[in-house]
């Protein structure tokens, strides 16, 4: 057996990590992401087999940095202790061999390939375990961990002989604690694990079982023992969650979270008290377990968005790609707004990536116009400068010039002849810039508001300027090439190396707006068909028109071989092929041959933080949301991993449904042959025309003041002549409208942009947040709901404001809460989450809450159970939430629910924490950051197929990512009786 020279009188974890992760060199990324790290301090060379970590003592110190979480480190005695368990994996024989496990200085400074992503125990936050608030950052000097040196709280173990899958324990004590505060780091805390006189290899255990980050829990030295224990057995390791139940089937304590434990016999010992630290009375209880292998996570494509290789970055997001460029080798696509998505990238003509730009210029990262010349890319930002790229790297060389100039969309820069030309529309000039001096002007010619230029072979310049194309010499004369009368709203131009021919972009909606934002006279306004793209001869004559005129329909199937929404930049290429931008439903980018056959289309950039999910009926069939008030369905294919737009409707424009900016959620019914949609944001209800492409409303129980619903001008003009802020509507008579005489104006409960979900049977259930609750007695209630009252001829239900009905009241704890998301499960029970507290932790969006809940209901309203915490670190531990947004669903009788701040968590029907979803990622060759949200998660889908198949739908920062989540079939449960004395 391994003797060891020190006992361990504390509370054990295990330190397990993945089989593939020993089989990397320092720095990089393991199989199950940021998460599971072991980076090799020295010496790199020594690192062992695929299934082992090896510390050989040599001429370096043998040694490897592992990292821990101290989520749950707390106590509120002042020094508390722990230790590690390490398995072995060869024998050890000839000792002693001593083993040590100190703490790392400055390790987030400089230690190791890749520790700056993550804080070393050095730089710790601590705050009151009562009100959560800081007590200091981890910027400031003050008492804790923050004054360890190396060597302090350090562990050690002695190895005389010890066989193969034997442990050693190295215990770690006097953590000081000062009473009732405690210790948070950003992500988890740095340990050097070093060894002397020897070589140990410790074992990785099974890597798909333990899948998950070391977890370092400790407990008081010297506390009372626990009041009750738990024995269980485990045939295999794997992640545990235990939960305490009173009779009632309420959670009284979350006991156990995620917590990795070995094969065989355990112990969990309970001190009798509750969740929240308080005492619960003596008496039977029951305890259930629920073990699990971890969820995996596999990348299945990309919605909206679709490069060569589907998971690369594309740009836009507030705005698609709106400018595209080409040279002889690629083509350069950019957005003028990117919060989070490169603002350009490259790509070859056959789809593969060159180089990412993930620089910023201006406010989001916006370029609004691209052209190419002698390996340079240049570009106006959207912090209006002129900026020049290596077009090779994509790395930005210089500011050329502050041109003082508004950066819109009238901007437009070309090159050609050795020339860089720049327009400004509102500063009615034409400039030729210096390619190489930063701020050098050589010249400038005056033009009315002078939009698109194109440089011709001969170096002549070509500007569209005043609805017509002029031509500029050499010596600045001017005159007309194309007449204002044979164009309509002309944008952008350009013209076609190999021909001569000059290609103009109408373009009516874009300049109108354009103009209006420069607040021109309105006479100045284009109106007419418009959005085509014409070909003239260098002459002017006209030589032929791609696109229908007025442009394809904006809504209805979607139908591209009829041209244009709303066409803006185009790029004639060099083999009398062109690209142009279409920058509105959905927007895209197409590479036309000359005669107009569509050879490629390019889709995106989305809105930011856009949804898609699945029609039940038919999960081919996914909508999604997008810019401008857009919704897509669009046919997918999950075998061969494609998608296409199918139909496009029109959401903005349908009274009752104009909810701005705000991402909505789309739930899909079916109801009388007819297909149905139900808002999240809002208690609305419409019906899809598909062949028309209209959203016809039928139902809307809105408080519309400050973005919520908007129903039509007399409705809000009723509400304000009789003092209501709320209204409820049904199409009674039919006919698709919003009319007054079929309005009404409660005086209970008043509905904003909170969470809501409706049925199949209709009954629609309305979140807390921003709702303003009239009776008293119903402040904390955990939601309410309305059930039909009765239907249209038509089918359309009607609601009773009057028969509204109320869940049992939230929890005294819990007073002030807001409803964050809500989900009924086909047995009745209702999942709610909700975020409330005082503002405490780390983080944009959770340091604005102090709680994080998912309650569980039964079909009466009565509250079965609550559970979760709020996470005060910059990371979160298992059961830990930082700010909720949304129930996306329930799969395989376990509720999922997304986190503002990139999480996903799932909990199982009982309250057990099962874990994250995409925190253990199939990587198969691909990057890691698909499998990380790369914005604000407003939430997404989550679909089980009739054959338990399990499809999550990822709002991301311009698409939605859809991966298939499996380990659902791992789950193995346990339960049993305690009696606390």
């Known amino acids: 057996m391994t003797r060891t020279a020190l006992s361990v009188a504390f509370l054990g974890i295990v330190l397990m990590t993945t089989a593939s992760a020993f089989g990397k060199g320092g720095g990089e990324e393991l199989r199950n992401g940021e998460d599971t790290w072991i980076e090799a301090a020295a010496p790199h060379e020594k690192r062992g087999g695929d299934a082992t970590l090896r510390l050989l003592d040599g001429d370096l110190p043998a040694a490897a940095l592992i990292r821990f979480d101290l989520n749950e480190l707390s106590g509120k005695g002042a020094v508390v202790g722990a230790h590690v368990r390490l398995k072995l994996a060869a024998p050890v024989a000839g000792g002693p061999v001593t083993v040590e496990l100190l703490t790392v200085p400055g390790a987030d400074r400089g230690w190791g390939a890749t520790t700056s992503t993550w804080a070393s125990i050095n730089d710790p936050g601590i705050f009151d375990l009562q009100t959560g608030k800081p007590i200091r950052t981890p910027w400031q000097s003050g008492p804790g961990l923050g004054q360890t040196d190396t060597g302090r709280l350090s562990g050690k173990a002695e190895i005389e002989t010890a066989e193969a899958g034997e442990t050693v324990d190295i215990p770690i004590g006097d953590i000081e604690l000062i009473n009732r505060w405690v210790l948070h780091t950003w992500e988890g805390a740095g340990f050097l694990l070093r060894v002397r006189g020897g070589s140990v290899a410790f074992h990785s255990f099974d ?23 738990i024995s269980y057995t485990l045939e295999r390791p794997g992640r545990v969650s235990v939960n305490i139940y009173n ?29 929240r630290g308080e005492a619960v009375r003596p008496g039977a209880y029951t305890w259930k377990l629920l073990q699990t292998q971890g969820l995996n996570a596999e990348y299945v494509m990309s919605l909206g968005v679709n490069p060569k290789t589907p998971w690369d970055r594309w740009p836009g997001n507030h ?121 050098k002007v050589l010249r400038e010619v005056q033009v009315t508001q002078p939009l698109g230029v194109a440089v011709e072979k001969d170096g002549s310049v070509l500007v569209i300027s005043d609805a017509r194309v002029l031509r500029i010499g050499k010596a600045g004369e001017q005159r007309d090439v194309i007449a204002a009368d044979r164009l309509v709203g002309p944008a952008r131009l350009d013209v076609d190396p190999k021909t001569g021919d000059i290609l103009v972009v109408e373009s009516v909606g874009i300049v109108a707006w354009a103009l209006r934002e420069m607040k021109l006279p309105e006479e100045t306004t284009p109106v007419g068909i418009g959005q085509q793209v014409k070909r003239f001869s260098r002459d002017g004559e006209l030589l032929r028109t791609y696109g229908e005129p007025g442009g394809r329909p904006k809504v209805g199937p979607y139908q591209p071989e009829r041209g244009f929404v709303a066409p803006f930049d185009i790029i004639a290429c060099l083999d009398g092929s062109f690209m142009v931008t279409d920058i509105e439903a959905p927007p895209r980018t197409v590479h036309y041959s000359a005669d107009g056959r569509i050879l490629r289309e390019w889709f995106g950039g989305m809105a930011y933080g856009s949804y898609a999910g699945p029609d039940p009926a038919d999960p081919t069939s996914v909508w999604m949301v997008l810019n401008y008030g857009y919704l897509m369905r669009m046919s997918v294919d999950y075998e061969e991993r494609t998608w296409y737009p199918a139909a496009l409707f029109r959401l903005d424009e349908t009274p009752g449904w104009r909810v701005g900016g705000v991402p909505i959620r789309i739930y899909v019914r079916h109801h009388n042959g007819q297909t149905w949609l139900a808002s999240d944001k809002f208690a609305g209800i419409a019906r899809v025309d598909e062949q028309a492409g209209k959203i016809i409303p039928l139902t809307a129980m809105a408080f519309p003041m400050g973005g919520g619903a908007e129903p039509t001008d007399e409705i809000l003009q009723r509400m304000k002549q009789n003092g209501k802020l709320t209204y409820q509507w049904a199409d009674r008579n039919g006919n698709g409208k919003m009319e007054l005489s079929e309005a009404e104006f409660p005086s209970g409960a008043m509905h904003s942009l909170g969470n809501s979900y409706v049925d199949e049977n209709w009954n629609y ?23 039909p009252v009765g239907f249209t001829a038509q089918g359309t239900p009607i609601y009773d404001n009057e028969k509204q009905k109320h869940a049992d009241p939230l929890p005294e704890f819990m007073s002030g809460h807001q409803n964050a998301g809500l989900w009924k499960t086909d047995d009745g029970h209702v999942f709610a989450a909700y975020n409330g507290g005082k503002g405490a932790g780390l983080g944009f969006w959770s340091a604005r809450v102090g709680d994080n809940k998912l309650a569980c209901f039964t079909a009466d309203g009565k509250l079965k159970w609550v559970v979760g915490r709020h996470s005060l670190t910059g990371g979160a531990g298992p059961g830990e939430g930082r700010y909720f947004v949304s129930i996306l669903g329930v799969v395989h009788d376990c509720p999922v629910v997304s986190d503002m701040e990139s999480l996903f968590h799932v909990w199982d029907s009982d309250g057990l924490w099962v874990g994250r979803l995409l925190e253990n990622p199939v990587l198969d060759g691909k990057p890691s950051y698909i499998f990380k ?35 659902w079939d791992q789950f193995k449960r346990q339960a049993g009786k305690v009696q606390l004395p």
């Not at 798909?208 to 009750?228: I, N, Q, Y």
């Not at 889908?941 to 311009?958: C, H, K, M, T």
């Open 207 to 229: 890597a798909r079982a333990l899948a998950d980050r070391p977890v370092f829990v400790a407990r008081t030295e010297g506390g009372t023992e626990p009041a009750t224990a």
């Open 765 to 787: 259930y309305l979140g807390m947040s921003n709702v303003l609750w009239v009776y008293a007695n119903r402040t904390r209630a955990g939601y309410a709901w309305y059930e």
């Open 247 to 275: 009779e009632q089937g309420g959670v009284v304590r979350e006991l156990v979270q995620g917590a990795t434990r070995l094969a065989g016999e355990h112990t969990e010992g309970w001190d009798g008290l509750d969740t």
């Open 933 to 967: 949200v790369k914005c604000e998660n407003f939430g997404g889908d989550i679909y089980q197929w009739p054959d338990g198949r399990v499809f999550l739908y990822a709002s991301d920062e311009n698409r939605v990512n859809v991966f298939s989540i499996t380990g």
């Open 319 to 439: 705005n698609p790609v709106t400018n595209v460029a080409v040279d002889d080798t690629g083509v350069y696509f950019s957005a003028g707004s990117n919060e989070g998505p490169p603002p350009v990238v490259k790509d070859t003509f056959e789809g593969k990536r060159l180089w990412t730009n993930t620089g910023h210029f201006g406010a989001f990262g916006g370029l609004y116009s691209l052209a190419t010349m002698d390996g340079k890319l240049f570009a106006i930002a959207a912090d209006g400068r002129i900026h020049r790229l290596n077009a090779t790297t994509g790395r930005d060389e210089i500011a050329l010039a502050d041109t003082k100039a508004r950066p819109t969309v009238l901007r437009d820069l070309a090159t050609g002849a050795g020339q860089l030309v720049v327009s400004g529309a509102d500063q009615n000039l034409v400039r030729w810039l210096s390619p190489e001096e930063a701020g």
